[in-house]
């Protein structure tokens, strides 16, 4: 799917834009431009400031939820709980523990970080 976003703001790596228009390709960011594009489709975020996501390089849970609880339901929670931060990728942090449980962990981690519905 192809369309642009028009929003009030911008944080871009060059500092503050007003006024713009992104454009979102199959999901991702593509270019930024201040004239309004013809013949597609726009999403209006009014007077919202689009900025980029933050990255948590080091996050144990969130919202009564552990990585070591090796839990996907948990880890899926705290996905979605960073993205309401503005947290859109994250790197689950387990504590000291057995060789056994942390491989246990790591598994379910890697098996299913494709699934979470946050970051």
Sequence with gaps: MHYYI???????????????FLEIIEGKFGKYTKTRPVDTRIVDLGESIVAPGLVDTHIHGYNN???????????????????????????????TAGADTLNEICKMISSRYKEVKGG
Aim: with cysteine; net charge negative; hydrophobic share 40%.
């Design 6 to 20: 028009h929003a009030a703001k911008f944080i871009l790596a060059s500092g503050l834009s007003e006024q713009g």
């Design 65 to 95: 939820h552990d990585v070591m609880d090796n839990d996907f339901t948990g880890l899926n929670e705290i996905s979605k709980g960073l993205l309401s931060c503005g947290v859109t990728a994250f790197l689950p942090t387990t504590l």
